[in-house]
């Protein structure tokens, strides 16, 4: 027992050292694993953070702006290229914080009176340093004309650096190219990878900055200030000399100083123009105030559109969020932009102009270039010294070999060229002086320099007071051939037949030279040839532009002597026949002489030149082709004006304004005198086909020529249609008058439209009935007369309600009071709508036919209901399936049932139980309409050609509302006075709610219907609130 105690003992009392020393021991190896652990983890963890950190830091470096937009999407911003996907809304969601972000102030003058041009400007500015700009330009002239033709680089005398302060899409792009192309280290939009608006942001901020930290000494001189602050160049007026030379020059790789500046500004992050912005002229001009600026100054209208194709308007709307120019700006990228926002666009570029205009007048050390953009190719050597021919149309984001085209050509003209070299000798090109065995000069090539000599003399005679029609100058003309015994071609029932094809009976004498001023349809002419397989060109044979080919012809004519002369077709009267041909003819890719020439002037600055204004160019035409053609298409000559102002913004009347100093009468450039200029040109082909009766003359106005154009050609008139320049061949030509080829019988379109008038309303496929020749008399407009306007008019229901009496009163029915009906059609038939046009007439037509009623809007077939109606009123005959009333506006035939006398009786003689319906429109509204459309050409054919008028007789708005109700009176006295015909009469507001009980034809199919759209397309609902059926 005892010896138990004793081991237990014992073995409680071991010797506490070594059992102590044993556990500190693993207890501190422990401890140290745990610490050793944690550090690890710890320093695992900011390893980690770190690296998460650098990686962002890389990222944000890498691909991010200081506004945390990704570079790719700032860049696409600032280029005006459209973000996709994600990019797009990640951009959405910042356009908020970019309106938030800093705004540069800036400002432009108020916009002035007047906006000179840029020549007026230089003149007035060239007196402020005449001696000066005179004697660089007399040194830069004479450069000109001692460079040879090898030597394109000019001898830098503009004092640089040259800052071209353009706007974005007013030639920036082609300033730089010009400049580098005469011999400048240029650039645009970058210099190396630094964009220039940013660097010039920058280095701006740092001056202003050092300068307020030094602007409290007193002691500081300027130049002081100059030092100590940071040029606007500085970091971005280098750029490393390897691109552009071959790695064997001892000059590649070196550093070289940047001497032109194009694309100055930067929209994003941070908005900076230096031409907008508050202090960046000033900027620039402290340290460079012996510089050059430049200014090219593009049409503002011109320039606006181009800005809005830039990829949707992206430009703009970076100008509206990150500059703020445009305050309250909307955010539709351009689309449906208001005329208002157009306006204050087109302003804010001219103040623009203004702005720079007024800096360089304050500053005369400052060299100070502005030109137009369109005369820039002829103007700009002058001041620069370096050849024209560097001046050429130049877009970015192109390979250098393709992105630069000379002006006047097209870039598919520039590509063909460089692909077919071989082939483009002696394709269309002019062959030089020694080939033709003529003086030199004769024309050259089709490429060379571009002159910069004044306009060619040109004339045209005054116009007379009463002008003739061209169907009685045509008359007139050929009374006068056959007094002189010269047949007709298209009276000779001999007209030799060139081949076995109808088509190609062409019944005048070739050349054909079609004398159309453009917009009169000189491609519609082109076409209607090329269809009857004549060979026939426009505007170019091949390659060469034909108005440059009979101006160079017509020079080298009367320079060379009496026995060498130069035909005016010499170098462009072949063709090569390939694209009219297939290539198994025999004919295939073999040249043919052309035979119709269209649209043959040229408007090009130095080359302007129309044979048929230009004194000499009819002149030397007969010398060489004595029994030629000439022909002429006159279109209404307010059509035309509103043609020519809206294509291309109006470009072509500028340039015969400032190229060829075409003018009218009046010589203001107004719209009168643009209409006088081109009755005036008739007239002067007039007096030419009279002093030059050998020459065949046809002269057509364009409305008739469809009916007319087979009579005097023989082609098909079928082949007349109407085309436009520009398009692919199957896609140009399109049948005039909205013909649905869907439904043979109806041939859509408006009473009097001025697209269907150009036809005559036959637009048909060639599979249907061939078109009527219509023969134009020339007889005066038959009478007419409209009853005074009472004082107090009556409502359309209150008329009804009074008929509806007068009618029980003689114990009459009315036909949708009746309890039984044959049909679900309650009026008698047939129904003649008797409403002015623009009151819903195509409406009507449409409802009914949806009614399963059988309906003519305008033309019955292939013949003009008006026509129908006068020809059988004349004639006293009766008439089938009529309606609608309208006649073809044409001198003689003008005809409204409605209006003329006798026409409402002639219809009740022979349809005494038929219906007659009207619907008339709030007369303010019907003006607006009638005005309105197609430049209100129905009311002047209306008082010029019918005669029409109201009780006033002066053509004014009151005037035609006038005649509007007194023509309604005058149906309601003839309702009044013939009670067995049926009237219906309801206000066109009220119509869908009220016609269903007049006609029992569900007022659903009552809906607003457009003239010339194709059926599907034509109407649309109207909204149904209040629609009932009594």
Excluded at 277 to 292: F, I, V, W
Excluded at 350 to 365: A, C, D, G, L, Y
Excluded at 622 to 647: F, G, Q
Excluded at 996 to 1019: I, R
Aim: overall charge positive; charged content about 25%.
């Amino acid at each position: 027992m005892r010896q138990n105690e004793n081991n237990t003992a014992a073995t409680v009392s071991l010797p506490p050292p070594l059992f102590t020393k044993t556990s500190n021991i693993n207890n501190t190896s422990q401890k140290r694993r745990k610490i050793s652990i944690a550090t690890l983890r710890l320093f695992a963890l900011i390893f980690t953070c770190s690296l998460l950190l650098v990686v962002d830091q890389i990222l944000r470096l890498g691909s991010l702006n200081g506004n945390g937009i990704s570079t790719s999407d700032s860049e696409a911003a600032t280029h005006g290229i459209p973000e996709q996907g994600s990019k797009r809304r990640r951009r959405q969601q910042q356009q908020k914080q970019l309106k938030k972000k800093e705004k540069l102030p800036w400002s432009l003058p108020e916009e002035g009176a007047d906006f000179h041009s840029s020549q007026q400007f230089m003149t007035n500015y060239k007196q402020h340093q005449q001696h000066r700009l005179a004697t660089v330009q007399q040194q830069n002239q004479q450069d000109l004309h001692s460079n040879n033709d090898n030597s394109s680089n000019a001898t830098t005398r503009l004092p640089t650096p040259i800052f071209v302060l353009n706007l974005p899409k007013s030639g920036t792009e082609t300033s730089r190219d010009y400049f580098a192309c005469g011999g400048y280290q240029s650039s645009h939009t970058y210099v190396g990878k630094t964009r220039i608006g940013t660097c010039l942001l920058d280095n701006y901020r740092r001056h202003t900055s050092n300068l307020l930290s030094t602007s409290s000494s007193s002691s500081i001189t300027r130049l002081d200030r100059r030092t100590n602050t940071t040029q606007p160049l500085q970091g971005c007026n280098q750029i490393t000399k390897k691109h552009y030379l071959p790695k064997t020059d001892p000059r590649y790789g070196k550093n070289v100083t940047i001497q032109v500046y194009s694309d100055m500004g930067t929209p994003n992050p941070t908005c900076y123009y230096p031409t907008l912005h508050d202090g960046g002229l000033e900027y620039l001009y402290e340290y460079y105030p012996n510089a050059t600026w430049v200014l090219f100054v593009r049409d503002a209208r011109d320039w606006y559109e181009s800005m809005l194709r830039w990829y949707d308007g992206s430009l703009l709307q970076q100008w509206r969020d990150a500059c703020g120019f445009l305050p309250g700006g909307s955010s539709n990228n351009g689309e449906g932009v208001g005329e208002g926002e157009k306006e204050h666009w087109i302003g804010f570029y001219q103040r623009h102009t203004e702005k720079i205009r007024r800096f360089v007048t304050e500053h005369s050390s400052l060299t100070y270039i502005e030109v137009e953009l369109e005369d820039a190719k002829n103007m700009i050597g002058d001041y620069t010294g370096i050849d024209a021919k560097c001046w050429r149309h130049c877009l970015p984001g192109r390979d250098d070999d393709d992105k630069c085209v000379e002006i006047g050509e097209t870039r598919n003209e520039t590509m063909m060229q460089k692909k077919n070299k071989k082939e483009k000798q002696g394709l269309g090109t002019f062959k030089k002086a020694l080939d033709r065995k003529v003086t030199k000069a004769v024309v050259q090539n089709s490429t060379a320099k571009v002159d910069t000599s004044p306009p060619l003399p040109w004339s045209v005679p005054k116009v007379p007071p009463i002008r003739k029609s061209a169907s009685e100058f045509m008359k007139e003309l050929s009374e006068l051939k056959r007094m002189h015994q010269i047949a007709l071609p298209w009276e000779n029932n001999q007209a030799p037949s060139h081949s076995k094809n109808k088509k190609k009976k062409l019944m005048l004498p070739t050349p054909i030279f079609i004398l159309n001023l453009p917009k009169s349809g000189t491609q519609t002419l082109t076409e209607y040839f090329k269809c009857g397989n004549i060979e026939s060109s426009h505007t170019y044979v091949r390659m060469t532009r034909t108005g440059h080919c009979l101006r160079e012809n017509y020079l080298a004519d009367t320079a060379s002597n009496a026995t060498v002369g130069v035909d005016p077709l010499h170098g462009c009267n072949e063709i090569t026949k390939k694209y009219h041909t297939a290539r198994a003819h025999p004919d295939f890719g073999k040249n043919v002489t052309v035979q119709t020439y269209s649209d043959i002037g040229t408007p090009y600055p130095g080359r302007c030149f129309y044979s048929s204004v230009n004194d000499g160019g009819l002149e030397h035409i007969y010398k060489y082709y004595p029994n030629a053609t000439i022909m002429l298409l006159t279109r209404e000559v307010d059509s035309w004006y509103s043609s020519m102002t809206k294509w291309n913004e109006g470009r072509l009347l500028k340039a015969w304004r400032h190229r060829c100093a075409f003018r009218g009468a009046l010589g203001d450039g107004s719209k009168d005198d643009w209409i006088d200029f081109y009755h005036a040109h008739t007239e002067k082909i007039r007096n030419f086909a009279r002093e030059h009766l050998t020459m065949t003359y046809v002269e057509m106005e364009l409305e008739d020529a469809p009916s007319m154009i087979e009579y005097y050609t023989g082609v098909d008139s079928e082949c007349f249609q109407h085309c436009l320049p520009g398009k692919k061949h199957h896609e140009m030509c399109k049948p005039v008058g909205g013909y649905n080829a869907s439904d043979s019988s109806n041939v859509s379109g408006d009473d009097s439209s001025d697209r269907n008038d150009l036809s005559g309303g036959q637009s048909v496929s060639k599979t249907l009935v061939k078109r009527e020749k219509v023969v134009v008399d020339n007889s005066p407009p038959l009478p007419w007369s409209l009853p005074k306007v009472p004082g107090n008019r009556k409502t359309s229901k209150e008329f009804m309600e009074e008929l509806g009496a007068l009618k029980h009163a003689q114990k009459i029915p009315l036909p949708w009071e009746a309890s039984a009906l044959d049909s679900k059609l309650k009026l008698p038939t047939p129904i003649f709508i008797l409403n002015l046009p623009k009151s819903g007439t195509q409406t009507l037509t449409e409802y009914f036919k949806c009614g399963n009623i059988e309906s003519s809007h305008t033309y019955v077939r292939l013949t003009r209901t008006g026509d129908c109606l006068r020809d059988n009123y004349l004639a006293d005959a009766t008439s089938n399936d009529t309606s609608g009333i309208s006649a073809l506006l044409i001198p003689g035939r003008c005809f409204y049932s409605s209006v003329n006398d006798g026409g409402l009786e002639h219809i009740y003689k022979y349809h005494p139980n038929a219906t007659i319906m009207l619907l008339t429109r709030e007369v303010n509204a019907w003006y607006s309409s009638v005005e309105k459309w197609n430049a209100g050409s129905l009311l002047k054919k209306w008082k010029n050609r019918c005669g029409f008028h109201g009780s006033i007789g002066d053509g004014s708005k009151d005037d035609w509302i006038d005649f509007y109700h007194a023509h309604t009176e005058k149906i309601r006295n003839f309702a009044r006075e013939h009670l067995t015909m049926t009237y219906v009469e309801m206000e066109l507001e009220d119509a869908p709610s009220m016609i269903e009980y007049y006609t029992g034809v569900d007022s659903e199919c009552f809906q607003h219907c457009l003239p010339g759209k194709k059926s599907g397309q034509a109407c649309k609902p109207l909204p149904k609130q209040g629609i009932s059926k009594k």
